[in-house]
């Protein structure tokens, strides 16, 4: 399960990433202001800011289960689905939610693929893996 621990390691410290970087965007919210494609008043960006934080929560949480995880990846396959399945609905779903609703494709575009190759690595590497110890 090699390429699924690397797997879990890499996208863990990713999500990490992500994480500590989303809580620049909670202290400093006009940031969002420059992207922000309806009312660009403060309520209305505080608000996208206190939900983001929420979504800064998560991705640091999973960040770090996946970095624990990481250590035994053979009983931890349901994560692994899990994170993929997150990456499909929440991620390229949700960005492709953002673009209907006018946010930058620009911007989107690329977070789609992004999460799509995250997704499918990840179950690629679980089947692949797994048809390994299974056969």
């Keep these: 399960m090699i390429k699924t621990k690397w797997w879990l390691r890499a996208v863990g410290v990713f ?32 608000a996208f800011s206190d939900a983001w934080l929420i979504f800064a929560l998560e991705m640091g949480v999973l960040g770090g289960i996946m970095l624990y995880a990481a250590r035994e990846p053979a009983p931890n ?14 991620g390229a779903g949700g960005d492709f939610l953002w673009m209907t609703r006018g946010w930058s494709t620009a911007h989107y575009i690329p977070f789609m693929i992004v999460h799509l190759i995250i997704a499918f690595t990840g179950i690629y590497f679980l089947r692949q893996e797994s048809a390994k110890t299974s056969g």
């Design 77 to 90: 396959g349901i994560l692994v689905l899990t994170i993929a399945i997150l990456e499909i609905v929440r």
């Design 15 to 46: 999500y990490l990433l992500l994480a500590f970087g989303s809580l620049w965007l909670f202290i400093n919210p006009q940031i969002f202001g420059a992207m922000f494609p309806y009312s660009n008043d403060t309520l209305s960006i505080r």
